[in-house]
């Protein structure tokens, strides 16, 4: 069992930058690969990037690809997102999952197959205003 709390959230301004953690329970942890979604309201959830077991692959959304970075610290067990660059789009709440699967020579695609994470968090609000 996994227990996840996303936290870092909040108001920003167009061009600004925010980093989320997702604060991880259980000794498991390391084991998991880690993905960020989001939601915007009236949207369907979509994936924005997610990092192997290891921290040693990436993968991300195109529409994040370069404003956006994962990375993961399995010491602590927590993953980040450190958004730069931010846009009204970016509006959404933000949610980490954890994939029992290593995951890392794999696609962004596949990444972004939400069954395939079994555990969610409760999620944190990311609001960029122009």
């Known amino acids: 069992q996994v227990q996840l709390v996303e936290s870092g959230g909040g108001l920003v301004q167009v061009g600004g930058s925010l980093r989320l953690s997702c604060a991880a329970s259980?000794?498991?942890?390391?084991?998991?690969?880690m993905g960020w979604f989001r939601q915007a309201p009236g949207k369907e959830r979509e994936f924005v990037a997610a990092?192997?077991?290891?921290?040693?692959?990436?993968y991300y959304a195109d529409s994040v690809k370069g404003r956006f970075t994962i990375s993961r610290d399995n010491a602590k067990n927590t993953v980040y997102l450190q958004m730069n660059s931010l846009k009204p789009e970016d509006t959404a709440v933000y949610y980490c999952?954890?994939?029992?699967?290593?995951?890392?020579?794999?696609?962004?695609?596949?990444?972004?197959?939400?069954?395939?994470?079994?555990?969610w968090g409760q999620g944190t609000q990311v609001t960029v205003s122009s």
């Open positions: 999952a954890a994939d029992p699967g290593r995951r890392e020579k794999t696609t962004a695609q596949a990444m972004g197959v939400m069954t395939r994470y079994d555990y």
């Open positions: 259980g000794r498991t942890f390391s084991s998991y690969a």
């Open positions: 990092i192997s077991w290891s921290g040693g692959s990436t």
